[in-house]
């Protein structure tokens, strides 16, 4: 559906998000980016369901990440245990701080389906660090692209973050879905950017 220009209307307890679609269809070269002191890279196979839920809450429940809480354990599981699925863990010390996911079931091309970190690490070099090693593994299958989508809900500099990586945008679409605050997927306190809108206004 193409959406019309001025505004649409949301029933209370939804929310809305422009996506934009970014793409690299070349390997780019890379520099050497030393990890920041204290951080670790590790590929986690086959995380478990209670792991994972928890260390997604953490990179994203500020901005309102919600689509794998809403997930059985059997979707999810068939998800994250896919072979062509492979998920990472930036570590400090024994605390998991980030998550990279990379999507390859297409084939020819691999998504960064997740990328995050905790808010205690953000200006602290790691999302680079994190960003070259994802993007190490991903043209390490010789992909035909390799693309990531963020939206205004993520934090405010992700956009210009992917840009500085070398994606390019290619595509935006609206998204709209019900409030993970009013569903019980993040707290009410969660991402006070995006106030709650529970009811219409009398």
Known sequence: MIL??????????????VVTYLEMRERPEMTAVEPPAGLSV???VKP????????????GQDWLWFSRLRMSDKELAGIIH???????????GTADKGLLELDRRTG??????????TADLVGRGAGQYLMKQGLEA?????????????CTLDHP???SFYLK??????????????DPRLTGEAPPTAAPHMPVIARASL
């Open 165 to 178: 990586a070398g994606f390019v945008p290619y595509e935006r679409a609206v998204e709209v879905a019900d």
């Open 42 to 44: 590790r590929r986690v």
């Open 108 to 117: 020819s091309e691999v998504e960064v389906a997740y990328f995050g970190l």
């Open 157 to 159: 500099r992700a956009l």
């Open 82 to 92: 896919d072979a062509q699925v492979n998920v990472y863990a930036l570590s400090e």
């Open 48 to 59: 478990g369901l209670e792991w994972y839920r928890k260390l997604y809450r953490a990179v």
């Open 4 to 17: 019309s220009d001025g505004y649409t209307e949301l029933a209370p307890g939804k929310i809305a998000a």
């Open 138 to 150: 991903a043209w390490a299958y010789a992909p035909d692209r390799v693309w990531v989508h963020t």
